[in-house]
């Protein structure tokens, strides 16, 4: 017990610093700040986190899919207005109807979870703090290594489709990334880092295509170009789905920096980020088993998942997570 308060003050004062260092950033748009915590719901709620991961479980075992779905829309949600559960209230021009979070998946997930919290602790867990402990738990779930989640964020209660327009996308340069990236408080490390989030999950062919024909980028490799155009003709359906991670599509593991390496980028965002020099050398290092990119994801995750939190008095705990109260 002693470890983990000691943990939550380190944690707090990290928070703490980055805040002051990214200031003029965070005016602009939401930075981390400090204000959740490990351990959060012990006494409140003691099994909180054991819900979730049942739930997500659930869900996991029925649709594999899921697990990348919901790694992206805390990710997606965190980027907009900061780790508020926004991503999650349904209705019209709410940001689930933006384009970036049409083909989301996972929201039954964290209504269930959220549904089995009501019923044993009342008004006491929020949605984003369901979305933040999910996320990690379907890391585990995919072979990753799990990490401690701080909580205590409360909802939000904006959830507006064009704030949606500033995510990373994936035609963006390095530079654009960076710029996303660093309006939040986040560094090219972090960047490089979160990227990694790829080596689960698919793309549509509708995504990408634009950049499989006419391609004349010598570091991208010819018999992987070949092999996209075959699954995604020119003319073909843009909703066809291909891995992210070629060959290791299901497995959370460092083989995506190894497929960049090789120029086996299926997004034009992540192929940069090998030939760009200023994210190469990040590659290079998580590429290598003793660049630990479990650990490093880890890191970058509680960094990014207390963006812009809402804590104390502000914002609520939503009844549920599609609507406000």
């Known amino acids: 017990m002693e470890f983990v308060r000691s943990l939550c003050v380190f944690i707090t004062f990290l928070g703490c610093l980055i805040s002051s260092a990214h200031g003029q950033a965070a005016a602009r748009r939401p930075g981390p700040i400090s204000g959740t915590r490990i351990g959060f719901y012990l006494t409140t709620c003691p099994t909180a986190e054991i819900i979730v991961r049942n739930a ?4 996991f075992n029925s649709d594999p899919r899921i697990a990348p779905g919901i790694l992206r829309m805390h990710f997606h949600d965190c980027f907009v207005l900061g780790c508020d559960g926004s991503v999650l209230i349904s209705g019209s021009n ?14 039954e997930v964290i209504d269930n979870a959220k549904t089995q919290l009501e019923a044993t602790c009342p008004g006491v867990v929020s949605c984003a703090d369901i979305l933040a402990l999910a996320a990690r738990d379907t890391v585990v779930l995919t072979r990753g290594l799990g990490w401690q989640v701080p909580t205590g964020r409360r909802d939000g209660r904006v959830s507006v489709a064009s704030n ?9 340069s390095v530079a654009v990334q960076q710029q996303k990236f660093s309006a939040v408080g986040l560094n090219t490390r972090d960047l490089v880092v979160l990227a990694g989030g790829h080596t689960i999950g698919t793309a549509g062919c509708g995504v990408f295509r634009d950049r499989l024909f006419n391609n004349t980028d010598p570091n991208v490799n010819q018999l992987f170009l070949t092999q996209l155009q075959t699954q995604c003709p020119q003319n073909g359906d843009g909703s066809v789905r291909v891995d992210l991670d070629t060959g290791s599509g299901t ?18 965002s992540d192929h940069v980020l090998w ?38 008095a502000n914002g609520e705990i939503r009844r549920v997570c599609s609507a406000v109260n």
Do not use: H, K, W
């Open 164 to 172: 949606a327009n500033n995510l990373p996308g994936p035609r963006d």
């Open 251 to 268: 497995t959370f593991d460092n083989s995506y920096f190894i497929n960049l390496s090789r120029g086996r980028g299926v997004l034009e």
């Open 56 to 59: 997500v479980r659930a869900g």
């Open 275 to 312: 030939t760009d020099p200023a994210t190469r050398p990040i590659v290079q290092q998580l590429m290598s088993p003793r660049g630990n990119f479990n650990a490093e994801f880890a890191r970058s995750m509680v960094r990014m998942s207390n963006i812009g939190v809402v804590t104390g």
């Open 94 to 107: 709410t940001e689930r109807t933006a384009v970036p979070n049409l083909n989301l998946r996972g929201f």
